[in-house]
């Protein structure tokens, strides 16, 4: 058994092909697989819960050994038929300021603070109408035309909503960085296994998106 840690919202997008090519990779091995916030798993990482895990910058134990596995811009993301994007104050639709989630010291979720931050900086003017600790239930307030929200740009949006373009009044949002961490003590060989299968999806697909 190799036990991995991977973000949610990376899931959709790369989970199923990792999986895949480990399963033909390493037949006779079982994959115990935990889909959860950054936060969660960098600590089970440290407490050896986990094996292998792909975090979100930010969220890795200290001085813990690391290897960029993912990057991607972020967008603003509107319905096409409501336009949010541009009211004034806009209506927005954000995580949690406080994670619910993290067992960290410091519990500021920093989806949260990149959207507010962005637009403090850019003097524009936003009010909150919608939180939620999940990407998919703040593009259900995006296309239901109730606010405007950021996602990671490759995602693969919901019907009815769309990136907001740059020439569209809102400020840049910071690229997101993935890093892959293995435990102390992991299970191999098929720890070393799964994480050159997850090296050669996340390799394929950034040389898909150039």
């Known amino acids: 058994i190799v036990r991995l840690g991977f973000p ?3 899931s959709a997008n790369f989970l199923s092909r990792i999986l895949d090519r480990f399963s033909h990779a390493a037949p006779a091995v079982e994959v115990e697989v935990e889909v959860a916030a950054s936060c969660i798993m960098g600590v ?3 407490n050896s819960e986990l ?3 792909v975090l979100r910058e930010g969220r890795e134990p200290r001085q813990w050994p690391a290897a960029e596995a993912w990057r991607s811009p972020m967008k603003w993301i509107t319905s096409e038929k409501h336009q949010q994007h541009l009211r004034d104050p806009m209506p927005l639709a954000n995580s949690p300021a406080q994670c619910p989630w993290s067992p960290l010291e410091s519990k ?6 990149m959207a507010v931050r962005a637009l403090d900086q850019a003097g524009r003017r936003y009010r909150i109408v919608s939180t939620s600790s999940t990407v ?6 995006a296309q239901a035309g109730l606010a405007v929200t950021h996602t990671l740009a490759d995602d693969r949006l919901l019907e009815g909503l769309r990136p907001v373009r740059d020439d569209e009044g809102l400020p840049r949002l910071p690229e997101c960085r993935y890093l892959m961490l293995k435990a102390r003590e ?9 994480a050159a299968q997850m090296r050669d999806v996340f390799s394929e697909n950034a040389n898909q998106t150039r």
């Open 108 to 113: 500021e979720c920093q989806w949260y603070q």
């Open 51 to 53: 094996d292998l895990v």
């Open 44 to 46: 089970k990482l440290k």
């Open 186 to 194: 992991p299970r191999q060989p098929a720890t070393d296994i799964l």
């Open 136 to 141: 998919q239930a703040l593009l259900a307030a």
């Open 8 to 10: 949610a919202e990376l």
